[in-house]
Every structure is written in structure tokens, then in C-alpha cells.
């Protein structure tokens, strides 16, 4: 079992940063990459970018040059540093840790990212 902690949400103005840690604890060993996912009201959850356990990085193409995500291995947490954040980009971010003892992964509970106009 991983269990998924997502922290660093909150209000921003458009053109404002945020960065995002999800730390993960439990069958740490378990997991391969890990990624950051969101969910605006009336949407389907869409991914935003995932990163290996070996570094691979991979972004969604509205998120590419704002914003980076990266993973420290010693303390089992990644970051997305948000940039230039626009008002489209308010949802609920989900943190997730892939696991082949799990199908679809681990799922975080979610931190609310709100950018103002």
C-alpha cells in the first residue's frame, strides 16, 4: 500500500507560481513513476506530467515551458512547479504513483489550485 499526500494548493493570481509536493510513504519500493493529474469542474481528469523513477520526464502539451515537475527519490516526493499560471488552469490536482501492485496506481486526495483572472 502507498499512501499519497499532496500539499501546496491555493489561491494565485493569472502570471503567479505555485509549486505542488506529493509525498508518498508505505511500499515506497513499489513505485515507478509518478505524475500529477487534474480535474476542473465538468471535466475528465487529465494528465499534467509524469516522471520516471529514473528521471524521464513527460508533459502534456498545454503545460510544456510552465511548468516542471521533479522527483526526489531520498525523501519519496515530487513537485510541480506551476509558472505563468492561467485562470484554465484552476482544477484539483491529483498526485499518482504507479504501481504494479496496483492497477492504475495510488491516487492522493487531491490539493485545490485556484488562479484568479
Known amino acids: 500500500q502507498v499512501h499519497l499526500v499532496e500539499s501546496g494548493g491555493g489561491l494565485v493570481q493569472a502570471g503567479g507560481s505555485l509549486r505542488l509536493s506529493c509525498a508518498a510513504s508505505?511500499?515506497?519500493?513499489?513505485?515507478?513513476?509518478m505524475g500529477w493529474y487534474r480535474q476542473a469542474p465538468g471535466k475528465q481528469r487529465e494528465l499534467v506530467a509524469t516522471i520516471t523513477s529514473g528521471g524521464r520526464t513527460n508533459y502534456a502539451d498545454s503545460m510544456k515551458g510552465r511548468f516542471t515537475i521533479s522527483r526526489d527519490s531520498a525523501k519519496n516526493t515530487v513537485y510541480l512547479q506551476m509558472n505563468s499560471l492561467k485562470p484554465e488552469d484552476t482544477a484539483v490536482y491529483y498526485c499518482?504513483?504507479?504501481?504494479?501492485?496496483?492497477?492504475?496506481?495510488?491516487w492522493g486526495q487531491g490539493t485545490q489550485v485556484t488562479v484568479s483572472s
Open positions: 499518482n504513483a504507479d504501481s504494479p501492485f496496483r492497477y492504475g496506481g495510488y
Open positions: 508505505g511500499s515506497t519500493f513499489s513505485i515507478n513513476a
